[in-house]
């Protein structure tokens, strides 16, 4: 079991952007299901994007993908979410989630298996005020 270490939070204005990013260790990054979940108040943690880093296919959920894009790094294996346009309901704490064993189909597919997902690490926090 790899690490991963999510770093880019902070806090922001309404409208504002931040820009968060997921580095892993331990795993071959090549051949990973990697996702972002978000945990907001009075709400269960949930998977809002994914990426297949093998193929590239990324998914966002509908309720940000006017916002919200992951993207990733194969050279610096990091995988990234740009948000945009932040308001106050994004605010929460941010993880990122790798899957080892479910690559190389499409990101949908990750989706469905990084809703499993339970090795959390800390997360990062993003406050959005208005």
């Known amino acids: 079991q790899g690490q991963l270490a999510e770093s880019g939070g902070g806090t922001v204005q309404s409208g504002g952007s931040l820009r968060l990013s997921c580095t892993t260790s331990g795993y071959y990054y090549r051949r990973l299901c990697m996702g972002w979940f978000r945990q907001v108040a009075g709400k269960e943690r949930e998977l809002i994007a994914t990426?297949?880093?093998?193929?590239?296919?990324?998914y966002v959920i509908d309720s940000v993908r006017d916002r919200f894009t992951i993207s990733q790094d194969r050279t610096k294996e990091t995988t990234s979410l740009q948000m945009n346009y932040l308001i106050s309901e994004d605010t929460g704490i941010y993880y990122c989630?790798?899957?080892?064993?479910?690559?190389?189909?499409?990101?949908?597919?990750?989706?469905?298996?990084?809703?499993?997902?339970?090795?959390w690490g800390p997360g990062t926090q993003v406050t959005v005020s208005s």
């Open positions: 989630a790798a899957d080892g064993d479910s690559w190389g189909k499409s990101a949908r597919y990750c989706y469905e298996r990084l809703r499993d997902f339970s090795s």
């Open positions: 990426i297949d880093t093998a193929g590239g296919s990324d």
